[in-house]
């Protein structure tokens, strides 16, 4: 008898679940957050180009010419000034938001890594294309 009275209410609580659950999960308003991004074979020259923006952000170029925003997990306070730097890669030699950077003996992980687009502006001048001067006449 009691079975038969608890019965309306598992019913009701059962609902009341699966209406929460179809729910969208972001109903505030606000943006979702870009897909995370990989990039393949960056341990056989997959990573072309890099840029620092700050001690928690680098953008990434890859061999096919896309860029990517790389967030670290906290800073790195060598990045702003390293003239160079190590990308440790996935077992499957992918570059993604699991993957981190080594810059002068410090491992920096990332949190996110997301396609953006190209910069403006000069290189931060590590990489400066040298043209050609033209002879000056006498």
Not at 113 to 137: C, D, I, N, S, Y
């Amino acid at each position: 008898m009691n079975a038969i009275k608890l019965w309306p209410a598992a019913v009701l609580v059962g609902l009341c679940a699966a209406a929460t659950s179809a729910l969208p999960a972001r109903a505030t308003g606000a943006p979702a957050p870009p897909p995370q991004a990989r990039i393949p074979f960056a341990n056989h020259h997959g990573i072309y180009d890099w840029r620092v923006i700050d001690d928690h952000t680098l953008l990434i170029q890859s061999e096919g010419g896309s860029w990517y925003r790389a967030t670290l997990m906290g800073p790195c306070f060598n990045l702003p000034f390293a003239e160079r730097i190590g990308f440790t890669t996935n077992p499957d030699g992918s570059f993604d938001r699991f993957s981190s950077i080594l810059v002068r003996d410090q491992r920096c992980p990332l949190t996110s890594l997301v396609v953006t687009k190209p910069p403006t502006g000069k290189p931060g001048g590590r990489r400066v294309e040298a043209t050609p001067q033209k002879p000056k006449k006498s």
